[in-house]
């Protein structure tokens, strides 16, 4: 079993920026991906981004990256999600999730085991 808490929501203004941290513990030697989604109000869960905990490499949802940027601290089993410029439609509960799939696809929610608790951002106009 792997878990994972998130830290780091809160209320910004618009064009504000936040910083989301997910600690991974248990078996972490079993991930081989971590990712962030996000679920607005009324809507479903959809991916943001993940990375391969094995070589770093980084698949963003379109239209995020540049604003949005995920980073790691392997020593830490941490993850983070630098938010900056944020925008209203930004404002959702903010899960990070981690599979133990070697491959597959990123994106799907199904390709992920283990889902944090969810950390509220919520982006003021």
């Known amino acids: 079993q792997v878990q994972l808490v998130e830290s780091g929501g809160g209320l910004v203004q618009a064009g504000g920026s936040l910083r989301l941290s997910c600690a991974a513990s248990?078996?972490?030697?079993?991930?081989?991906?971590m990712a962030w989604f996000r679920q607005a109000p009324g809507k479903e869960r959809e991916f943001v981004v993940a990375?391969?905990?094995?070589?770093?490499?980084?698949y963003y949802r379109n239209g995020v990256r540049g604003r949005l940027t995920i980073a790691r601290d392997n020593a830490k089993n941490t993850v983070f999600l630098q938010m900056n410029s944020l925008k209203p439609e930004d404002t959702a509960v903010y899960y990070c999730?981690?599979?133990?799939?070697?491959?597959?696809?990123?994106?799907?929610?199904?390709?992920?085991?283990?889902w944090g608790q969810g950390t509220q951002v919520t982006v003021s106009s």
């Open positions: 999730a981690a599979s133990s799939y070697s491959s597959g696809t990123y994106s799907r929610r199904d390709h992920y085991h283990y």
């Open positions: 248990g078996r972490t030697f079993t991930m081989y991906a």
């Open positions: 990375m391969s905990w094995r070589d770093g490499t980084t």
